[in-house]
């Protein structure tokens, strides 16, 4: 039997992906927000799809803000737009 690909969502198309085609963010109990690269860091999670229309978007519309219930900075949007 072949393993399916885990599908995840994006917080702004709400596209179902493959975790691999999404950039995860997570806001760790401290409040600290970091890019997840290994996808399993501990906290609370939220995906963008990889492209830098929805990336923009997403900064403009505060997207990250209201689902990790944390204000980001701009810095996180720009490591965003440079891992594409």
Partial sequence: MKNK???RCCALTHERLPKKELLRIVRDKDGNV???DTYKANGRGC???K???VILSAQ????LDRNL???I???I???LLKRI
């Fill in 5 to 7: 690909p885990v599908l």
């Fill in 34 to 36: 970091s890019i997840d």
């Fill in 47 to 49: 995906y963008l799809k």
């Fill in 51 to 53: 492209d830098k229309e």
């Fill in 60 to 63: 403009k519309n505060k997207i």
């Fill in 69 to 71: 219930n944390v204000n």
């Fill in 73 to 75: 900075n701009n810095e």
């Fill in 77 to 79: 949007y720009e490591e």
